[in-house]
């Protein structure tokens, strides 16, 4: 599948953007519905609503829209620098490869960071060992932005007790509640802690020609077959194609940024669909790759005059990757939830959100209610059993049978801290299936993430005694070995000694080179960064339509 | 039906991924299965081994890939994994048929082990029988002494996988697995109320069986 306009290799286009995921979309929109002729490059297939299937042994067993695992995305992992880092059996950096990226696959769930999101570092003071920091822009530069979203590609939701101001309400109700929101409403009110709708990038309503959810229930890591899923596939990239100014080049895969005499980015070099090496020149590069691809590929773009890869005179290229760390208690309750029908989340909590010293450590996190491994069998069945029951036999056909409809999850997110030893390098040995050094990361968590963790598992632990769980489980805390929230590699900031872009995006060392994903976050908010990634993204596109407009690019 | 089976043959060609045993912190732990040797079939051959092991689920004929010793005893391993009780089990499933499909495509870089396992098992029984011919109990005990190796961990994930995977996967035949623990996963979208505890916010049945 091609897009309408095809733009010629050799001619510089105005923007190449690498990547066409939660910010490559949006800044394919807005740029080429601005006037700029734009290339958008995406490894993946060009998949489309109709191609999307319920099929959970494809999808979530053989990870189809994810590269299909460590057959062609193959990465390595390693806890800690001294270790060799191993091929695992699932890849450690998860994000989707398909036109629209990991806004695809993603559960939607769409919270706005807080004003205190932006400037802990100034509330709290440093946090020793850590690259601990302020965001160099404050909530209410990005709040225009967080309205642009929700207005632009789809949110649904209501404003909850603890939400920062929004200049303009929610375009869509909230989706209703399910079994699991109305047990965790339940058990809030007598813990005395407060639950709020869950913000979703999933349509309730009819919006912009898209229809609205059919609560089918395959949210969490399928794509979504009527396109209620704020995607930008669904959301943004038609757009952007209908304005005649951007082609979207599927399967094909980019190796490298090239720099020309004058150090400006020049060329993005690809692998094509059938393997071939091709170049497409631009007057300018955003890459928006995502926190680990971004990285991969301003390593790979190493030269003469960039020996330690492309904008990183910092040496923060790869570094401070920031995952959220996650608590899990299942429940299973006397009657059906069904909850495995609609939506994943309908209601969270936030009152555990801002960090507290009384705890004793740094963090903060939010918690939801869901069905988490419960919504599709084989993930049942391989995850979600209770650890007391036999793993074959009668008395595990009777434990599926009962509990898939009755069992629900708790789960606690929370913050991350920034660390120099936490970072997406390249693999020396181990390639991926084009060729291209694989990523490699190093990741274990700071202390005060897995004692956040552990906080918000015991406060999920009394959730489901206080909804009158028949049975409820922890599952173990431990350091994580991957995720699908990749933050903080090529942070933003005002100091080009200890940040990769400034607060514009602007590759501090390349003037024409802009990245934008979840790569330039500050610090790791709360554990669900798409809505803020996609901020930054139309934020983005406004300075650089500015500076264009300025002849300043 | 056709249009989409042809679309899951094209994705299964080109999905290169056949380290298939392994799911992020499988509850078992299973250890990762070795090679990254492409399966390497030209999508016609696959249509056609696939279209032919389903045939032969709905006849009753030979397997493609399996014998049929093979295939009995595989068969009688899964189905002391999710046995027939007063439910359908891995039997009336027909799992064994999702096997058959898998060895000859996604998973056929995992048919030796699956051998090599079978043989171990069969040695170890005395005299002309096999596996599938001894009692049940026999066989419980048999696989319990092997439950920590990476050949009971494949014959449990597969059984899985095939009790619980799409129908045109070779196994779940009729919905069976779906319709055991109450999934309705074939049937589309959903109106509220979806559970016992949402109805009584929402009002209306909660379409609870």
């Given at each position: 599948?091609?897009?309408?306009?095809?733009?010629?290799?050799?001619?510089?286009?105005?923007?190449?953007?690498?990547?066409?995921?939660?910010?490559?979309?949006?800044?394919?929109?807005?740029?080429?519905?601005?006037?700029?002729?734009?290339?958008?490059?995406?490894?993946?297939?060009?998949?489309?609503?109709?191609?999307?299937?319920?099929?959970?042994?494809?999808?979530?067993?053989?990870?189809e829209l994810m590269g299909g695992g460590n057959g062609r995305n193959r990465q390595t992992f390693r806890h800690f620098e001294h270790q060799t880092a191993t091929t695992p059996g699932d890849i450690p950096a998860w994000y989707a490869q398909t036109v629209g990226g990991a806004?695809?696959?993603?559960?939607?769930?769409?919270?706005?960071?807080?004003?205190?999101?932006?400037?802990?570092?100034?509330?709290?003071?440093?946090?020793?060992?850590?690259?601990?920091?302020?965001?160099?822009?404050?909530?209410?530069?990005l709040e225009p932005y967080y309205t642009r979203v929700d207005w632009e590609i789809g949110v649904s939701g209501a404003p909850g007790p603890f939400d920062s101001p929004r200049s303009k309400p929610f375009p869509m109700p909230p989706m209703p509640v399910k079994s699991s929101g109305v047990l965790m409403d339940r058990a809030a009110e007598k813990l005395g802690l407060h639950t709020q709708a869950e913000p979703l990038a999933i349509l309730t309503k009819p919006f912009n020609g898209r229809a609205p959810c059919i609560n089918c229930g395959y949210c969490m890591f399928f794509g979504c077959e009527v396109g209620a899923k704020s995607s930008t596939l669904a959301a943004m990239i038609p757009l952007a194609e209908a304005s005649g100014h951007c082609e979207i080049r599927a399967e094909s895969a980019v190796f490298r940024i090239e720099t020309d005499a004058k150090g400006r980015a020049s060329e993005v070099l690809y692998f094509d669909p059938a393997g071939n090496e091709q170049a497409q020149r631009a007057k300018a590069v955003i890459v928006c790759g995502n926190g680990a691809e971004t990285p991969r590929l301003l390593l790979m773009s190493a030269s003469e005059q960039h020996r330690d890869g492309l904008a990183n005179s910092s040496g923060y290229v790869g570094r401070n990757l920031m995952f959220n760390a996650h608590a899990v208690v299942n429940s299973v309750f006397d009657e059906p939830l069904n909850d495995y029908k609609g939506v994943q989340v309908t209601r969270i909590i936030h009152d555990f959100y801002e960090s507290d010293e009384k705890r004793g450590f740094y963090g903060g996190g939010g918690i939801d209610a869901r069905p988490l491994w419960s919504a599709t069998p084989i993930f049942h069945t391989l995850q979600g059993m209770p650890p007391d029951v036999p793993t074959w036999g009668a008395a595990f056909k009777d434990a599926l049978a009962h509990n898939f409809t009755r069992q629900m999850s708790w789960v606690g997110s929370t913050t991350s801290l920034a660390l120099d030893r936490n970072n997406i390098t390249l693999d020396p040995a181990t390639t991926d299936a084009w060729g291209r050094p694989a990523l490699r990361v190093t990741y274990h968590d700071h202390d005060d993430d897995m004692a956040m963790a552990n906080y918000l598992q015991d406060r999920c632990a009394e959730l489901s005694d206080a909804a009158g769980a028949a049975k409820s489980w922890r599952r173990p805390v431990t350091p994580l070995s991957d995720s699908a929230h990749l933050?903080?590699?090529?942070?933003?900031?005002?100091?080009?000694?200890?940040?990769?872009?400034?607060?514009?995006?602007?590759?501090?060392?390349?003037?024409?080179?802009?990245?934008?994903?979840?790569?330039?976050?500050?610090t790791s908010?709360?554990?669900?960064?798409?809505?803020?990634?996609?901020?930054?993204?139309?934020?983005?596109?406004?300075?650089?339509?500015?500076?264009?407009?300025?002849?300043?690019? | 039906m056709r249009s989409l089976y042809v679309a899951y043959l094209y994705r299964a060609v080109n999905m290169k991924n056949n380290n298939d045993l392994t799911r992020r912190r499988f509850l078992l732990s299973v250890s990762a299965v070795s090679g990254t040797m492409l399966v390497r079939l030209s999508a016609p051959s696959l249509l056609a081994i696939t279209?032919?092991?389903?045939?032969?689920?709905?006849?009753?004929a030979a397997f493609g890939i399996l014998t049929d010793g093979e295939a009995?005893?595989?068969?009688a391993i899964a189905a002391r994994i999710i046995p027939t009780t007063d439910t359908p089990g891995a039997t009336e499933a027909g799992v064994i048929h999702f096997f058959d499909n898998a060895f000859a495509a996604q998973m056929a870089n995992n048919l030796e082990e699956a051998r090599k396992g079978l043989e171990a098992l069969n040695a170890?029984?005395?005299?002309?029988?096999?596996?599938?011919?001894?009692?049940?109990?026999?066989?419980?005990?048999?696989?319990?002494?092997?439950?920590?190796?990476?050949?009971?961990k494949l014959m449990w994930q597969m059984?899985?996988?095939?009790?619980?995977?799409?129908?045109?996967?070779?196994?779940?035949?009729?919905?069976?697995?779906?319709?055991?623990?109450?999934?309705?996963?074939?049937?589309?979208?959903?109106?509220?109320?979806?559970?016992?505890?949402?109805?009584?916010?929402?009002?209306?049945?909660?379409?609870?069986?």
């Amino acid at each position: 599948m091609s897009s309408s306009v095809t733009f010629d290799t050799r001619t510089p286009v105005d923007f190449a953007i690498i990547g066409s995921g939660s910010a490559g979309g949006i800044l394919a929109k807005e740029l080429s519905t601005a006037g700029f002729d734009v290339v958008v490059f995406e490894q993946g297939p060009y998949r489309k609503a109709a191609d999307f299937r319920h099929d959970e042994l494809a999808v979530m067993m053989r990870e189809e829209l994810m590269g299909g695992g460590n057959g062609r995305n193959r990465q390595t992992f390693r806890h800690f620098e001294h270790q060799t880092a191993t091929t695992p059996g699932d890849i450690p950096a998860w994000y989707a490869q398909t036109v629209g990226g990991a806004s695809v696959h993603f559960s939607a769930n769409f919270w706005r960071f807080r004003e205190v999101d932006f400037k802990e570092r100034s509330l709290l003071g440093p946090i020793s060992g850590t690259n601990f920091a302020d965001w160099p822009i404050a909530y209410e530069e990005l709040e225009p932005y967080y309205t642009r979203v929700d207005w632009e590609i789809g949110v649904s939701g209501a404003p909850g007790p603890f939400d920062s101001p929004r200049s303009k309400p929610f375009p869509m109700p909230p989706m209703p509640v399910k079994s699991s929101g109305v047990l965790m409403d339940r058990a809030a009110e007598k813990l005395g802690l407060h639950t709020q709708a869950e913000p979703l990038a999933i349509l309730t309503k009819p919006f912009n020609g898209r229809a609205p959810c059919i609560n089918c229930g395959y949210c969490m890591f399928f794509g979504c077959e009527v396109g209620a899923k704020s995607s930008t596939l669904a959301a943004m990239i038609p757009l952007a194609e209908a304005s005649g100014h951007c082609e979207i080049r599927a399967e094909s895969a980019v190796f490298r940024i090239e720099t020309d005499a004058k150090g400006r980015a020049s060329e993005v070099l690809y692998f094509d669909p059938a393997g071939n090496e091709q170049a497409q020149r631009a007057k300018a590069v955003i890459v928006c790759g995502n926190g680990a691809e971004t990285p991969r590929l301003l390593l790979m773009s190493a030269s003469e005059q960039h020996r330690d890869g492309l904008a990183n005179s910092s040496g923060y290229v790869g570094r401070n990757l920031m995952f959220n760390a996650h608590a899990v208690v299942n429940s299973v309750f006397d009657e059906p939830l069904n909850d495995y029908k609609g939506v994943q989340v309908t209601r969270i909590i936030h009152d555990f959100y801002e960090s507290d010293e009384k705890r004793g450590f740094y963090g903060g996190g939010g918690i939801d209610a869901r069905p988490l491994w419960s919504a599709t069998p084989i993930f049942h069945t391989l995850q979600g059993m209770p650890p007391d029951v036999p793993t074959w036999g009668a008395a595990f056909k009777d434990a599926l049978a009962h509990n898939f409809t009755r069992q629900m999850s708790w789960v606690g997110s929370t913050t991350s801290l920034a660390l120099d030893r936490n970072n997406i390098t390249l693999d020396p040995a181990t390639t991926d299936a084009w060729g291209r050094p694989a990523l490699r990361v190093t990741y274990h968590d700071h202390d005060d993430d897995m004692a956040m963790a552990n906080y918000l598992q015991d406060r999920c632990a009394e959730l489901s005694d206080a909804a009158g769980a028949a049975k409820s489980w922890r599952r173990p805390v431990t350091p994580l070995s991957d995720s699908a929230h990749l933050l903080g590699t090529c942070r933003m900031g005002d100091d080009p000694a200890s940040s990769v872009v400034d607060r514009d995006h602007r590759s501090h060392d390349v003037p024409n080179l802009f990245i934008c994903d979840g790569s330039s976050f500050v610090t790791s908010g709360r554990g669900q960064p798409t809505m803020t990634i996609m901020a930054l993204a139309f934020r983005a596109a406004d300075r650089i339509k500015a500076a264009a407009a300025a002849d300043d690019i | 039906m056709r249009s989409l089976y042809v679309a899951y043959l094209y994705r299964a060609v080109n999905m290169k991924n056949n380290n298939d045993l392994t799911r992020r912190r499988f509850l078992l732990s299973v250890s990762a299965v070795s090679g990254t040797m492409l399966v390497r079939l030209s999508a016609p051959s696959l249509l056609a081994i696939t279209q032919a092991a389903c045939t032969a689920r709905d006849v009753g004929a030979a397997f493609g890939i399996l014998t049929d010793g093979e295939a009995a005893d595989i068969a009688a391993i899964a189905a002391r994994i999710i046995p027939t009780t007063d439910t359908p089990g891995a039997t009336e499933a027909g799992v064994i048929h999702f096997f058959d499909n898998a060895f000859a495509a996604q998973m056929a870089n995992n048919l030796e082990e699956a051998r090599k396992g079978l043989e171990a098992l069969n040695a170890a029984i005395s005299g002309d029988r096999t596996f599938a011919d001894i009692s049940a109990d026999e066989q419980d005990e048999r696989l319990r002494a092997i439950e920590s190796s990476a050949f009971f961990k494949l014959m449990w994930q597969m059984t899985i996988y095939g009790f619980f995977a799409m129908s045109e996967y070779g196994g779940n035949k009729d919905h069976v697995g779906w319709e055991l623990i109450g999934f309705k996963g074939h049937q589309g979208g959903w109106q509220y109320p979806f559970g016992h505890y949402d109805a009584q916010i929402h009002g209306g049945s909660d379409d609870v069986e």
